[in-house]
């Protein structure tokens, strides 16, 4: 199934003769560039990165090593968002007005380099989750081939894999805002110990889906549940907790269910578990 | 979601804390031995409490005094 599905998507992209990419890195928008770079040639496809606070450093190298490897010609661009007042008060559709800012700045820079069509790394099982950030992709006409031909996450893992793309088992990467409560506003000094507090647990071993959620001075760590044992053992809790309080918190917790996507939607009421 | 109550069902499970209620996140300050906690079976009982009382999400504080939490006595 996964693979007619990929076929589709071939067929899709050929249609599409040229193509911008918005691409982060992640699982499916590194798949997405890789087929399309395959079903295109490298010179008619662009992969356009929007670069701010809430883009991990981390994940922008993983993103650039990556294009490298499947040559994607790679267009980074800044982007705002955290000067757009709507976007910073953190409402519950605070990916709205960052998309909006994405879309506003990534597709004239892909008219201007001959790319037709705009897409996004959007996957089917996306179109089931909360994604108000999906409404300013459409305004701004931009398409969505995964979700179109019915790739779902798993798909693209397993598409992935056979391809040989590194990215087939990396954990999911929204941006850092996701981390904090809505109604918190987003700042610039908020992403950064967030940031730095994941980087942290990743380099004392952390392994797959991991989050900092943002609680003023206290952070909540989710863990993959399989993992929160581990880390519930007084030396490693004891390393945990100083790599979090080294970023800047006073107070760390674990969560005792572990990874969830979508989290803060669920803490603050909102439907949907995505994020 | 009252904190006391769930407090006081963590105690009926051997679990002595005390709870920080955040909107809907329970925060566990653990005052004896949680070292149960890092078991699947005593940490979804403890999920279940939460649950029952109106919280969603539960999480335990690693302590301020340079132990951890599952070594306390």
Known sequence: MALERERRLIAWLRDARTVAIGYSGGVDSAYLAAVAVEALGPDRVLGIVGRSATYPESQWRTASDLAARIGLHLLELNTDELNDPNYAANPANRCYFCKAELWSVLVPAARLHGMEVVVDGTNADDTHDYRPGAAAAREHGVRSPLAEVGLAKADIRERSRARGLPSWDQPSSPCLASRIPYGTAVTVERLQRIGDAEAALRAIGVRGDLRVRHHDDLARVELPSDEIGRWLEPTASRRLRKAVLDAGYSRVAIDLRGFRSGSLNILGGVRGGGE | ?73
């Open chain 2, 1 to 73: 979601m009252s904190a006391t109550d769930l407090a006081s069902d963590l105690r009926t499970l051997g679990l002595a804390c005390v709870v920080e209620a955040r909107d809907r996140l329970a925060v566990l300050r653990p005052r004896g031995d949680v070292a149960s906690l890092a078991q699947p079976d005593a940490r979804a009982a403890v999920l279940r409490a939460a649950r029952a009382r109106g919280f969603t999400h539960v999480a335990l504080e690693l302590d301020g005094a340079g132990d951890a939490p599952v070594s306390r006595d």
